[in-house]
């Protein structure tokens, strides 16, 4: 049996036993990584944690520390709070505004997961505010980042049109954009759906908000009446009221959208550095604050990529990819190529596998049985729609942003959507790209 198929079983091997023995997946991934480096693939202990994602490390961390702050000092109250007057009470628009803004900010120039680690806390505390679906808002901000994510002008967009000149295939740089950006919004809207989205029009907005601030005649200290009613709109105007830790709070969130967007700057380092900034002068929220950090989700992400990157180390991906480039069939080698971007894509860099699979085309692309551009787009569209694993950068940060829910049902949820997304966007992608070679 040859490593590289080796590799792989170990990993079917770590999924089932993490699912039927409850045990932490990332943590098996570690020893899994361990294993398969040192006794498989030969690799030195240096070589394996070079796998180790620290840039996503300090990703996961610093943005769920920076918004646990926000949470505990009433910031994400007080933005819940002006996205509702924004939509005029309209519940149901939330969704998709989460998803217009995650998209505008990966159309002018936001790494995706930047736009994610920025919109997708504010998104998930308005879901646990309001009732609303967390799988529902937390794919409605992926694939809204996805939708705009490769715009011309944007950095997937600007990744994938450079390989095609480089490779000198010819390419589209409009077909890709709205490739991307109408299987992305078709499917948010079959989920809007699917997932509740048409009730939320019926949700009373003010339910929520009196649970919370108690409606109760014990909650206020009087009896019924109109000056409860004052009461609990009192109550309810001091919980979104600007204080001063509140204001700080929101330009540290600017400052890090500004770092983020205009400087290029990694969002990890820049949220931990507002978040210890807003802890000098408020440590009593900081304690608060860093017990929140979602440490079992970290773990889980940086185990499952440590071992995908020993996968990519001992040459496992580009097996894989040589394998399916060397079909007889140009057709079915090009469903495959976006099978393998979409598959390795929930565990790893999409970007990254893109800029692999791309070139291991070139040659039946080259013969041009297939058309360039409608696969070149078809396989990005592929290795991103994906992107709501939990085991990718934008899944992770969903997960890690959620709010008053089972964590461990809603990683099972993201890895179930992920997988009918694995298994359904390539073939559709193909069949409205690939097969028609009208492109």
Known sequence: MSAELISILVL????????????????????????????????????IFKGFPGSLFV???????????????GTTDWLVHMAIRLVGGRIALMPWVMFAITGVLTAIGAVSPAAVAIVAPIAMGFAAKYRINPLLMGV????????????????????VNGIVAKEGLPGNEIVL?????????????????????????????????LARTGGGD?????????????????????????????????????????AALVFDLDVGLAAITVAVLLSVVWPE????????ITWPTVLLICGILTYVAVLQTMGTIKWAGDSVAGVGAPLLAALLICYIGAIVSAFASSVGIMGALIPLAVPFLLLGEVS??????ALAVSATVVDVSPFSTNGALVLAGAQDVDRDKFFKQLMVYGGIMVAAAPPLVWLALVVPGIW
């Open 12 to 47: 079917v091997v770590v999924f089932v036993i993490a699912t039927t023995r409850s045990i932490n997946m990332g943590a098996l991934a570690f020893a899994a990584a361990f294993g398969v480096g040192t006794l498989v693939a030969d690799m030195k202990t240096d070589d």
């Open 177 to 209: 954009f709205l490739a991307s950006l109408v299987v992305n919004l078709l499917i948010a809207a079959v989920v809007f759906v699917v997932l509740g989205g048409m009730k939320l029009a019926r949700q009373p907005l003010e339910a929520p908000a």
């Open 372 to 377: 360039a551009i409608g696969l070149i787009a």
């Open 285 to 292: 929220t900081s304690k608060q604050a860093i017990t929140q």
């Open 218 to 258: 014990d909650a206020l200290g009087g009896g019924a009446g109109d000056d409860d009613t004052r009461d609990v709109t009192d109550v309810a105007e001091e919980r979104v009221a600007l204080t001063a830790p509140r204001i700080a709070t929101l330009l540290g969130l600017a400052a890090l959208v500004i």
């Open 140 to 159: 409605m901000v992926v694939h809204g980042a996805q939708a705009g994510g490769f715009s011309p002008i944007s950095i997937y967009g600007t990744i």
């Open 59 to 73: 990703v996961l961390v610093g943005v769920t520390f920076l918004f646990a702050i926000a949470r505990a000092n």
